[in-house]
């Protein structure tokens, strides 16, 4: 079975920030996915960033990067510079290997940024 | 570039009603996955489709029940509501064969009342 922990109920951070949400994970898989989801108060889900448990480099995908440490079993999500419109809800998401596609959802951590 | 599109975006139901959910998946996407979200809470899996065939089954109730025609797109049938199935139902569709990342791009959600 897999796990996604989210321990940051809610965060707070000054725009033009860094901010850093963590997640880590359990799995006996091998091959996995984890993906970060941004879910603004309007309740839709947007994809953000992917890193795939053989990728050698953490990914990049603009203002956000994911500090992946496999050993520790962690994919925490870096948010630089950050701004008004990132305040929502984060959730770190796997996917395993095999045929089971689905992916398993953290708790979520609700980012708050202030002026 | 297409999203996923899901109707309606809001529907009202008694309890002991039925609901029919749709869902448009991305074009050349050849799976579909359903997912419930309560409120307060994280995206759970219901049911996904590989090739308009059941590929995998989570918490899903019995008194629900999917299908994803030959046009791709799926249906999700609930019968006999209940308070409990108040919730925001996302679609979510990807590209497994040949697609690296597999990564879901998710529908606007469609919020179900059940009053």
């Known amino acids: 079975a897999q796990k996604i922990t989210q321990t940051q109920p809610g965060m707070f951070v000054q725009e033009k920030e860094a901010v850093t949400l963590d997640c880590t994970y359990d799995t006996s898989d091998q091959s996995y996915g984890l993906f970060w989801y941004k879910q603004p108060s309007s309740g839709e889900m947007i994809f953000l960033i992917y890193?795939?448990?053989?990728?050698?480099q953490n990914a990049t995908e603009g203002r956000y990067s994911l500090n992946f440490q496999k050993a520790r079993k962690s994919a925490n999500l870096v948010i630089s510079a950050s701004q008004l419109g990132d305040s929502a809800m984060y959730f770190c998401a796997m996917r395993g290997s095999g045929s089971a596609r689905q992916l398993t959802f953290g708790s979520g951590t609700q980012l708050t940024v202030l002026p | 570039a297409a999203g996923v599109i899901q109707s309606p975006r809001h529907l009202i139901k008694e309890k002991r009603e039925t609901a029919t959910l749709k869902c448009y998946p991305i074009p050349r996407h050849d799976t579909v996955y359903w997912y419930q979200q309560g409120p307060g809470q994280d995206p759970q899996f219901l049911i996904s489709?590989?090739?308009?065939?059941?590929?995998d089954k989570g918490s899903i109730p019995d008194r629900f029940s999917a299908q994803q025609f030959s046009d791709y797109h799926s249906e999700l049938n609930m019968s006999s509501l209940e308070l409990g199935d108040s919730a925001l139902y996302f679609c979510a569709s990807s590209l497994v064969v040949g697609g690296a990342k597999n990564e879901q791009y998710f529908g606007p959600g469609t919020r179900l009342t059940v009053t």
């Open positions: 890193q795939g448990s053989y990728d050698e």
């Open positions: 489709f590989y090739e308009k065939m059941q590929s």
